[in-house]
């Protein structure tokens, strides 16, 4: 059983930059990859950017590589998403997810926290 609760979301300007914040409520994400995924109004959700299990891979979305910087800090028990450049694009409900056989792109997350609101005006 895994509790995830994002934070870090907020209200930027085209350009600006927010780090979002996935903290587990237990000691737990050592052991298990995290990923980020956004749903924009009227859209599907999108996958963003994932970390494997012991940190030494990651993905990006082609549409935020370059922008987006996904890493852990186990001491802490989170995994973090640097997102620079923002986009008024970029406006969504950023979702963490977490799962403890993840295989890579295309395979599903088990657990997921409730949501951080980007919002990126022009």
């Known amino acids: 059983q895994v509790q995830l609760v994002e934070s870090g979301g907020g209200l930027v300007q085209a350009g600006e930059s927010l780090r979002l914040s996935c903290a587990a409520s237990g000691r737990t994400l050592s052991s298990i990859a995290v990923g980020w995924f956004r749903q924009a109004p009227g859209k599907e959700r999108d996958f963003v950017a994932a970390?494997?299990?012991?940190?030494?891979?990651?993905y990006y979305a082609d549409s935020v590589k370059g922008r987006c910087t996904i890493s852990r800090d186990n001491a802490k028990n989170t995994v973090y998403l640097q997102m620079d450049s923002l986009k008024p694009e970029d406006t969504a409900v950023y979702y963490c997810?977490?799962?403890?056989?993840?295989?890579?792109?295309?395979?599903?997350?088990?657990?997921w926290g409730q949501g951080t609101q980007v919002t990126v005006s022009s």
């Open positions: 997810a977490a799962d403890r056989s993840w295989v890579g792109p295309g395979d599903t997350f088990d657990y």
């Open positions: 970390i494997s299990r012991s940190g030494g891979r990651t």
